[in-house]
């Protein structure tokens, strides 16, 4: 399990989730997210193409940060989920939560 | 702190400390002793792993109060055609019949509340004892 954060040159903040986002490693994500938020950045992107489960807390984490995001004027992206990702999305109609694209690269290109 | 897993050829067993860090590791453990053949690769990798993440973290976080005193037990039976996981903890239990249903437009934006609405989706069956402190989740093969 790794989060790993890469700044674009147009400012946009990339998160790459590999692994599981789960109940015991959300506050990672969070924090990380939030620390880039306060040093200023208000566009992001989280890439899950690395990742293989998450659980409805990392599901809550999403839906708090693209609160937080949102207040502060920012937009937050999510991509790269597979199959069984983007079911769980659908069904818990997330997916009508977020904008969702097939990969990181097509996130960038829509802000 | 480390995790033991027993196994047998039709069961495991394995006690999990309080702690919402062991979770993904209890996860990976109970996944990957799991005998081929039963339940496809993709069901144990995305269902099973997502569904017993989701009853271990609600065991730790509200039956026992991440308590590093406490335990979940998790045990497994391995059937021929089914995967059957108990996870019980020590607490008061609750009423899983009074959970809201957190597609409605207005528990969109919640940040809790979809553990077991998820559960149910990515298992066959889920079932509480009398107390509410345990519960079971069967993965049928096929």
Redesign the interface.
């Known amino acids: 399990m790794r989060f790993t954060l890469k700044k674009d040159k147009s400012g946009v903040v990339i998160v790459g989730v590999e692994g599981q986002l789960i109940v015991g490693n959300r506050q990672e994500l969070k924090q990380k997210v939030l620390d880039a938020l306060e040093e200023g950045s208000r566009k992001f992107i989280i890439d899950f193409s690395k990742t293989g489960y998450i659980d409805s807390s990392g599901l809550g984490v999403l839906v708090s940060l693209s609160k937080k995001i949102r207040e502060q004027g920012g937009e937050l992206r999510l991509a790269g989920l597979n199959a069984d990702l983007q079911t769980l999305f659908e069904l818990t109609k997330l997916d009508t939560l977020f904008a969702i694209t097939r990969t990181a690269e097509e996130a960038l290109a829509a802000f | 702190m480390s995790l033991r897993l027993d196994v047998t050829p039709d069961s495991m067993r394995l006690d999990v400390p309080s702690d919402?860090?062991?979770?993904?590791d209890a996860?990976e453990l109970v996944a990957s002793h799991l005998p081929p053949g039963t339940l496809s690769p993709?069901r144990i990798?995305?269902?099973l792993?997502?569904a017993l993440?989701?009853a271990?973290?609600n065991a730790?976080?509200y039956g026992t109060g991440e308590d590093p005193a406490r335990v979940v037990r998790v045990r497994v039976e391995l059937g021929r055609d089914y995967v059957r996981i108990y996870v019980i903890d020590d607490g008061r239990g609750f009423d899983a019949s009074r959970l809201p249903d957190?597609?409605l437009p207005h528990n969109?934006?919640?940040?809790?509340?979809?553990?077991l609405?998820?559960m149910r989706?990515l298992v066959d069956d889920v079932a509480f004892n009398e107390k509410g402190n345990g519960i079971c989740l069967t993965l049928r093969a096929g």
Not at chain 2, 108 to 115: A, I, K, M, S, T
């Open positions: 919402l860090g062991m979770v993904g996860v993709r990798s995305f269902n792993r997502t993440a989701e271990l973290g730790i976080r957190p597609t969109l934006e919640h940040e809790q509340g979809r553990g609405f998820v989706h």
